[in-house]
T-cell receptor, first 111, second 111 residues
Framework: EDQVTQSPEALRLQEGESSSLNCSYT??????LFWYRQDPGKGPEFLFT???AGEEKEKERLKATLTKKESFLHITAPKPEDSATYLC????????????FGGGTRLMVKP | DTGVSQDPRHKITKRGQNVTFRCDPI?????LYWYRQTLGQGPEFLTY????????KSRLLSDRFSAERPKGSFSTLEIQRTEQGDSAMYLC?????????FGPGTRLLVL
């Protein structure tokens, strides 16, 4: 059974304090590893898609990396507006490529 | 705005009533997904359409749930005889290549 696990569940950072969020996955035939940001009461907002081990993508203060078992979302010098829940999801090699999500990491950045 | 839209954004109903939600995907996307998200959890897959064909259904989709996409454009999700356990955020997504883009969700509260 496909499984995605995120850690930590919650993370408190001071503004400017860099850190990383972890996403471990067990999926038969990975089609893509996806990162989303979700603000309270809203739908997930797409951030990155990673397709193969060794791939990296960056956007502003965020950088996503992928290995054969894990993905990391690195946050460099975060700002309070980066506070949100970050969701990781794996798309499997099946007919529909439905996503299996982790439970999310709730990030709080204090000024 | 050419993103995924959902209607209504919020719905409060009494146990035993029927409810229907609508999703309008991004116009050129032929694949559409429904997910359910409860508080503090990641979204869980419910069902998937390619054009008007419903190709995949999760075990989570009990007999009280039905989804349609009659002309391959918008989709509806109906829940009959609602139960308190149906309270959740219902998310719709449409897909381009491997990436799914989510709408704002419909938050359902069953009293």
């Amino acid at each position: 059974e496909d499984q995605v696990t995120q850690s930590p569940e919650a993370l408190r950072l001071q503004e400017g304090e860099s850190s990383s969020l972890n996403c471990s996955y067990t999926v038969s035939g990975l089609r893509g590893l996806f990162w989303y940001r979700q603000d309270p009461g809203k739908g997930p907002e797409f951030l990155f898609t990673l397709y193969s081990a060794g791939e990296e993508k960056e956007k502003e203060r965020l950088k996503a990396t992928l290995t054969k078992k894990e993905s990391f979302l690195h946050i460099t010098a975060p700002k309070p507006e980066d506070s949100a829940t970050y969701l990781c999801a794996a798309g499997a090699d099946n007919a529909g490529n439905m996503l299996t999500f982790g439970g999310g990491t709730r990030l709080m950045v204090k000024p | 705005d050419t993103g995924v839209s959902q209607d209504p954004r919020h719905k409060i109903t009494k146990r035993g009533q029927n409810v229907t939600f609508r999703c309008d995907p991004i116009s050129e996307h032929n694949r559409l997904y429904w997910y359910r998200q409860t508080l503090g959890q990641g979204p869980e897959f419910l069902t998937y359409f390619q054009n008007e064909a419903q190709l995949e259904k999760s075990r989570l989709l009990s007999d009280r749930f039905s989804a349609e996409r009659p002309k391959g454009s918008f989709s509806t999700l109906e829940i009959q005889r609602t139960e308190q356990g149906d309270s959740a955020m219902y998310l719709c997504a449409s897909r381009s290549q491997e990436t799914q883009y989510f709408g704002p969700g419909t938050r359902l509260l069953v009293l």
